[in-house]
């Protein structure tokens, strides 16, 4: 089989979605031709008025690249194209932006389809399946050059309710695709819900990425933390994700568990850290290895966040036999608690830090969550997993489309 697998970032940019396109791209490799077409490789922060303009008009300039058993397609932006695009820039002007959203959205995506259509027509060539992970203009263009070339079609939204992904025009593409995938049974509901036709929709997830060993006791030893209960937050140090609400709760664990230690690792400066407590260690940005050493050392893994789907942190977590205190986004109660696999809280501290109190004074119960989300990864979440469950998407996908034309 050949299979396409566009992206809207690939490689080295870092994120759960990249992380997921990467992984699945290798998986599949072994035994079928894959490519990767992809929009942004670097992580460019743009002044928030033109952040709408990040995945055309001002994406970086980046080559095509052999990754590893597959190649990638850049389709970053020439100098002309730019110049092509430029219209797009009515998307950022103040107010009128606010006012008309959808029908700026609307206006600019022909001058992005003008660019784009002629280098993924070309790319979809001799390919047997387009499977894309970007929406947007980037998803709409790869999809019809898809249908022009009577190739089937396979998107995965990763839509967030009522935050991303679920305007008219996404919903007009989930519509269109031959196979819509939702990461998780709400999710795939909620998809539905918003006029997915149910039979084109699938629930197939994501995987943890880990190194091959993790060591947790050189890690306590680090950091000073040997003997002593960790509670872990891995992610960035934004509102949605739960940060400050994991720092505030500290105070009220240490009412009963003096001794924990509350670490935090992830991109982000914040004021909160300075000054703070010595029981809180502040990490920031570490690497890949830090991080599994970390997960693998902690007692408990707590991010209530508000924002996410599946979680690849979670699963990570949960891939070390670590209990997860999540948060209430949608499908995570049901994720989380729905498989006896740890707590779900909202961002009030003292909810917060009742979870923590709770599982800190029960290890019993810890170990008990900890090893259902440990055998939840290994059945439905590992990367064979769900790599084949893919394949097999594809494979009816491309029979159903030999028997119509019989």
Request: proline share 8%; charged share 20%.
């Amino acid at each position: 089989m050949r299979i396409l697998l566009v992206a809207q970032n690939y490689h080295p940019f870092i994120g759960g979605v990249e992380t997921h396109a990467r992984q699945i791209a290798h998986e599949m490799s072994k035994k079928h031709h894959v490519d990767i077409a992809a929009g942004n490789f670097l992580q460019k922060k743009l002044p928030t008025r033109l952040a709408v303009l990040g995945t055309s008009l001002l994406v970086p300039s980046y080559p095509s690249y052999q990754d590893g058993p597959v190649f990638v397609h850049s389709l970053t932006p020439k100098l002309f194209d730019r110049v092509r695009m430029l219209p797009i820039a009515l998307r950022c002007v103040p107010k009128l932006c606010s006012l008309a959203y959808h029908s700026l959205n609307r206006f600019g995506y022909p001058w992005y389809r003008n660019v784009y259509l002629p280098k993924l027509r070309a790319l979809v060539q001799g390919v047997d399946v387009v499977h894309s992970l970007a929406g947007g203009y980037l998803g709409w263009t790869a999809q019809e050059a898809a249908k022009r070339a009577g190739v089937p079609f396979v998107c995965t939204p990763f839509c967030h309710p009522h935050q991303w992904g679920d305007g008219p025009e996404d919903i007009a593409y989930y519509q269109k695709a031959d196979a819509v995938i939702g990461l998780v049974e709400t999710d795939r509901d909620y998809l539905v819900s918003i006029g997915v036709p149910k039979e084109k929709t699938h629930v197939i997830g994501v995987s943890p990425e880990l190194p091959e060993r993790a060591d947790p006791e050189e890690f306590r030893k680090r950091h000073g933390l040997e003997g002593v209960p960790i509670v872990l937050y891995v992610g960035r140090m934004m509102p949605q994700k739960g940060a400050k609400a994991v720092f505030d709760a500290a105070p009220l664990v240490w009412e009963r568990f003096p001794e924990a230690r509350f670490v935090f690792i992830g991109p982000g400066t914040v004021d909160w850290f300075q000054a703070a407590d010595p029981r809180i260690v502040f990490l920031g940005k570490v690497s890949f290895q830090e991080k599994a050493d970390a997960l693998a050392a902690c007692d408990i893994f707590c991010m209530p966040s508000l924002s996410e789907i599946l979680p690849t942190v979670y699963l990570e977590a949960w891939s070390y036999g670590k209990p997860v205190v999540g948060g209430m986004a949608h499908g995570l109660p049901e994720l989380v608690e729905g498989n006896c696999a740890g707590l779900n809280v909202s961002q009030k501290p003292p909810e917060v830090a009742e979870a923590i109190i709770k599982l800190l004074a029960n290890p019993e119960l810890r170990t008990r969550f900890g090893e259902n989300g440990r055998q939840l990864v290994c059945q439905k979440y590992s990367v064979a997993a769900v790599t084949q469950a893919l394949l097999t998407l594809y494979s009816s996908l491309l029979e159903s489309r030999e028997t119509v034309a019989l």
